[in-house]
């Protein structure tokens, strides 16, 4: 099959019905023929003496195993894992950093933050509430522009989380939970269908913004400095040391040019309101 996720393209070849299932539930997958794809991947069970006994799967992008094995039930986690694995150790030309990034009439918003942070939740909450989805995991930045560039992939959520957007939002299209990963318990969300109709389509940095849930806590905002939003992009960045003085120029054009917040929040309205003001 052939996965489209806006700046990059991968064919994927599988013999795993849940991969295949999952893959064309969330992205819409194609059948793949003779178009052109940046990433050759492979999820399929290992034909040893395991397959008999807790069987595993492998991951491979061009005939290199990156991963060791898992369980054959984490085969479609271990797809998007490999995936994000693919652009953060390959892309050499734009700066790839982890965070959510989300857009209002190409005004985007950039959410680093580590895990356990609620950065995903807040993206779900986002993109189904009329904001646009660019990514959840990996955000691209055009050297040249600043600009972000679109990476158009399914909102990954763990342990609580699941349920919660799942109570939220009933209609929205997900995968079945998975247990006992190394993040716990994972689903994978679709993007809304208006995201995908533009996922090749830029948008603007309006500002960078950290979140963290924290339930005693209505809407704390506090605005950082650019040595502070430096040293934060700096943390959250995946290959800017592969880009060298490119790579350092954009994190401190970044830090320097654009507004940056830490945000504590429990209210989900006044959270989206306060977002909403930064781009309009």
């Known amino acids: 099959i052939l996965i489209d ?7 994927v070849d599988t013999q795993i019905s849940t991969v295949f299932k999952n893959a064309s539930l969330l992205y819409s997958a194609e059948p793949f023929t003779n178009q052109s794809f940046d990433f050759w991947v492979e999820v399929n069970q290992i034909k040893n003496f395991r397959r008999f006994f807790r069987p595993q799967v492998n991951f491979r992008c061009d005939n290199a195993a990156p991963f060791l094995p898992l369980p054959l039930d984490q085969a479609y986690p271990l797809l998007e894992w490999g995936m994000n694995w ?4 390959h892309e050499c030309n734009f700066l790839v950093i982890h965070a959510a990034v989300l857009a209002k009439d190409d005004k985007a918003i950039v959410f680093p933050a580590p895990p356990g942070s609620g950065k995903s939740t807040l993206t779900a909450i986002l993109a189904y509430s009329g904001w646009r989805l660019l990514s959840d995991e990996l955000t691209i930045i055009d050297p040249k522009t600043l600009e972000i560039i679109p990476c158009l992939r399914p909102i990954c959520l763990k342990n609580s989380s699941i349920e919660i957007i799942k109570n939220q939002f009933p209609d929205v299209v997900a995968t079945e939970a998975v247990h006992d990963t190394t993040k716990g318990s994972v689903a994978h969300f679709a993007p809304p269908k208006t995201s995908l109709t533009h996922r090749n389509r830029r948008a603007e940095i309006a500002a960078i913004v950290y979140p963290r849930f924290s339930p005693d806590t209505a809407l704390d905002v506090v605005k950082l400095s650019s040595l502070t939003a430096f040293d934060h ?13 490119k790579g350092f120029d954009v994190l401190s054009n970044c830090a320097s040019k654009l507004p940056s917040f830490y945000m504590e929040y429990c209210d989900q309205q006044k959270a989206d309101e306060f977002l909403s003001d930064l781009v309009s």
């Open 233 to 245: 992009l700096v943390t959250n960045g995946f290959n800017h040391n592969l880009l060298q003085r």
């Open 5 to 11: 996720s806006g700046f990059f393209k991968f064919r």
């Open 86 to 89: 693919c652009i953060t150790a």
